[in-house]
């Protein structure tokens, strides 16, 4: 599975507003609804379930990057939606760092290969040290999305 294939690079926000872990997932839901990713009036409920996962086992992996992920019952196909900040946010990461850069993944409750498909891809990538830096430095949506599809045309790098 590729970026291209569950990104939703319309709901990408290159410089996130919250200064917190709760608001930035808040943020990043919010901004998949406006881009018409979740069900109408969706966007509580699946904030909730993924801070209630959040709080359950932190999602910042380290070095500077977090993947808050929860599966839903709200949505019909894998979504995720890109944030930075570059103040950096407290995820309670594994390494005590701050994060920078969140890929934020909702997936149905149905398909749970996809969602592991999609986990896989995220986590491939983000082992990167080359990926991981120019994900950091990538200050506009059109950056983050050349960033991905580059990622996915050469999975190597």
């Known amino acids: 599975m ?3 294939d569950f990104v939703c690079f319309e709901a990408t926000i290159p410089e996130l507003q919250a200064k917190d872990r709760d608001s930035a997932i808040v943020e990043l839901v ?3 609804e406006k881009a018409g990713k979740l069900g109408e009036g969706d966007s509580e409920d699946i904030a909730r379930a993924v801070i209630k996962r959040e709080n359950e086992a932190s999602t910042g992996l380290g070095k500077g990057v977090a993947v808050p992920h929860v599966k839903h019952q709200a949505v019909k196909d894998v979504v995720a939606a ?3 900040s570059s103040t950096g946010i407290d995820f309670s990461a594994l390494d005590k760092q701050l994060v920078y850069s969140i890929i934020l993944l909702i997936s149905p409750t149905a398909d749970p290969d996809k969602h592991l498909r999609a986990m896989e891809n995220i986590f491939r990538n983000l082992q990167l040290d080359k990926f991981r830096k120019f994900l950091r430095q990538s200050h506009s949506p059109e950056w983050i999305e050349d960033l991905l599809r ?3 045309e050469n999975p190597s790098w």
């Open 2 to 4: 590729k970026f291209a």
């Open 30 to 32: 919010t901004s998949l």
């Open 82 to 84: 890109v944030g930075q």
């Open 150 to 152: 580059e990622a996915d």
